[in-house]
């Protein structure tokens, strides 16, 4: 159990462009879901966290109208890079908690690799 | 804030054993994580630690000391899969990790 997928698995496109990704639960209800980013040879930071049905808390220093997320229900969160530059090339991983306190409460997808040319 | 901080590298041959330390400074603690990560996938989870001691688990172990802020992740009977980036994660309200450390696995 516990499975989190991600769409697209890695997503090449011009500068300027917007680029949407998905995160899903398969086989639990997530209340909250939480959006990585990790840059090459370097560790996850987190971006923002979504909890569904109301707007993302976003950590310092991350602009929320560059990364919009989106949490519509209790499956699935989105994340758009908005105008993406090469800057914001990076390896996007999401995860999902069912709230429960459990030993290990969230569960990653397998990451999104964005390239921004 | 949160300073996690492991060792970057760590090479070792297969079969033998090998520790990856981790000593955390944080506001609030409420459990420590460690994780695998190979290269370009997400990371797997593998170890968790809230009470002080060593919790065992096949051919890893992780200890916790609360009060030095000190945590080890021990890898035994290294194999060539195990090759992979190891993350020291610590939860306060949210999850931060440290680096990971980069443990290569030669035959």
């Known amino acids: 159990g516990a499975v989190v997928s991600q769409h697209p698995s890695w997503v090449i496109c011009k500068s300027g462009t917007s680029v949407k990704i998905e995160c899903r639960s398969l086989?639990?209800?997530?209340?909250?879901m939480f959006w990585y980013r990790q840059f090459p040879k370097q560790s996850l930071m987190l971006m923002a966290t979504?909890?569904?049905?109301?707007?993302?808390?976003?950590e310092q220093g991350v602009e929320k109208d560059k990364f919009l997320i989106n949490h519509a229900s209790l499956t699935l969160s989105t994340l758009t890079v908005t105008s993406a530059h090469p800057e914001d090339s990076s390896f996007y991983i999401c995860?999902?908690?069912?709230?429960?306190?459990?030993?290990?409460?969230?569960?990653f997808g397998p990451g999104t690799r964005l390239t921004v040319l | 804030g949160q300073n996690i901080d492991q060792p970057t590298e760590m090479t070792a041959t297969e079969g033998a054993i090998v520790q990856i330390n981790c000593t955390y400074q944080?506001?609030?603690?409420?459990?420590l994580f460690w994780y695998q990560q190979h290269a370009g996938e997400a990371p797997t989870f593998l170890s968790y630690?809230?009470?002080?001691g060593l919790e065992e688990k096949g051919r890893f172990s992780s200890f916790l000391s609360r009060s030095k802020g000190y945590s080890y992740l021990l890898l035994k009977e290294l194999q060539m899969k195990d090759s992979a980036s190891y993350l020291c994660?610590?939860?306060?309200?949210?999850?931060?990790f440290g680096a990971g450390t980069t443990v290569t696995v030669r035959a």
């Open positions: 995860s999902a908690s069912s709230g429960r306190r459990e030993l290990n409460e969230q569960f």
């Open positions: 086989d639990f209800q997530a209340t909250t």
């Open positions: 979504s909890n569904e049905g109301s707007k993302a808390t976003y």
């Open positions: 944080t506001s609030g603690f409420n459990g």
């Open positions: 630690n809230v009470l002080d």
């Open positions: 994660a610590v939860r306060e309200y949210k999850l931060s």
